[in-house]
């Protein structure tokens, strides 16, 4: 689905957001201005970008990391942003890092609870067990011999 | 010192933003205790709550660019970030002449000032329709 930078505005309601609370109370924003705003948001998006690209470029990276945008920051003159945005970083990285381990979490919360279920039926349990006790061996002479080659 | 808010003398240009903005931002906490309480537990946690601006709309908008083949999310994250630094930036900056030209409305024409006078927003030049 390819877009067009045209069609990707940033949503009114959260520029609009941004707006009033960067500005004291009583303060009005026309809707020519926010509409500006929201352009001007965009155009800042696709030129952080390109800077940051060229950086990955440089390191012969295909991909744009954290670093290259910082580095775009400061080649744009927007160094204040710099400090601020760092620390934003850092607690995303503890937050994306908390959610690979409550997803991990879950998954293992899943595998308990499907061996709960299993132990509803006790003597298909033993007969599984009986089954389960051939195979690792099975598997184990399977391993060997790849282990040899 | 008497409370001012009740006082029926015509507002000066000062006290009342001071006053203004005191109640806004109690009235903006209040709004996102709201806002939490009612999402539920899952919602305080994430973190998408440190981005105002949706990552994936960021993310879209990134790869109109032809020579942009991946975008880490940390990446992604920060642009989002920087660019509400931005917006918060140049409404601030535009304030300024509409100010100076005693209005408390942003008017186009006040971007367009604090554009052509600011660098940092140089880029912008002639990008706005």
């Given at each position: 689905?390819?877009?067009?930078?045209?069609?990707?505005?940033?949503?009114?309601?959260?520029?609009?957001?941004?707006?009033?609370?960067?500005?004291?109370?009583?303060?009005?924003?026309?809707?020519?201005?926010?509409?500006?705003?929201?352009?001007?948001?965009?155009?800042?998006?696709?030129?952080?970008?390109?800077?940051a690209?060229?950086?990955?470029?440089?390191?012969?990276?295909?991909?744009l990391n954290a670093g290259d945008v910082l580095?775009?920051?400061?080649?744009?003159?927007?160094?204040?942003?710099?400090?601020?945005l760092k620390?934003?970083l850092?607690?995303y990285k503890?937050?994306?890092?908390?959610?690979?381990?409550?997803?991990?979490?879950?998954?293992?919360?899943?595998?308990?609870?499907?061996?709960?279920?299993?132990?509803?039926?006790?003597?298909?349990?033993?007969?599984?067990?009986?089954?389960?006790?051939?195979?690792?061996?099975?598997?184990?002479?399977?391993?060997?011999?790849?282990?040899?080659? | 010192?008497?409370?001012?808010?009740?006082?029926?003398?015509?507002?000066?240009?000062?006290?009342?933003?001071?006053?203004?903005?005191?109640?806004?931002?109690?009235?903006?906490?209040?709004?996102?205790?709201?806002?939490?309480?009612?999402?539920?537990?899952?919602?305080?946690?994430?973190?998408?709550?440190?981005?105002?601006?949706?990552?994936?709309?960021?993310?879209?908008?990134?790869?109109?660019?032809?020579?942009?083949?991946?975008?880490s999310q940390e990446s992604v994250f920060i642009i989002?970030?920087?660019?509400?630094?931005?917006?918060?930036?140049?409404?601030?900056?535009?304030?300024?002449?509409?100010?100076?030209?005693?209005?408390?409305?942003?008017?186009?024409?006040?971007?367009?000032?604090?554009?052509?006078?600011?660098?940092?927003?140089?880029?912008?030049?002639?990008?706005?329709?």
């Open positions: 689905m390819a877009e067009r930078p045209e069609d990707l505005n940033l949503p009114n309601a959260v520029i609009t957001r941004i707006i009033k609370e960067a500005l004291p109370d009583g303060v009005n924003v026309s809707k020519e201005a926010r509409r500006a705003i929201s352009q001007a948001a965009s155009v800042f998006v696709l030129y952080a970008t390109s800077c690209n060229n950086f990955a470029m440089k390191a012969k990276r295909k991909t580095a775009a920051m400061e080649e744009m003159e927007f160094e204040r942003f710099l400090e601020p620390e934003a850092e607690v503890k937050g994306q890092k908390g959610k690979k381990e409550v997803s991990e979490q879950k998954r293992k919360d899943k595998e308990k609870k499907n061996d709960s279920e299993n132990d509803k039926s006790r003597e298909e349990e033993e007969e599984e067990e009986d089954r389960m006790e051939e195979e690792p061996e099975a598997e184990n002479e399977a391993e060997e011999e790849e282990v040899e080659n | 010192m008497a409370a001012t808010v009740a006082t029926p003398v015509t507002p000066t240009e000062l006290d009342p933003d001071r006053c203004g903005s005191e109640e806004e931002s109690r009235g903006a906490e209040a709004e996102e205790e709201n806002t939490q309480q009612q999402i539920g537990p899952a919602a305080a946690v994430s973190h998408s709550r440190l981005s105002k601006l949706p990552l994936a709309r960021i993310k879209a908008l990134m790869k109109t660019d032809p020579d942009v083949s991946l975008a989002a970030k920087a660019t509400e630094l931005f917006v918060e930036m140049i409404a601030k900056d535009a304030l300024v002449y509409a100010q100076q030209g005693k209005r408390k409305t942003l008017q186009r024409k006040d971007l367009d000032n604090a554009i052509e006078a600011i660098d940092e927003f140089a880029f912008l030049e002639g990008t706005l329709d």
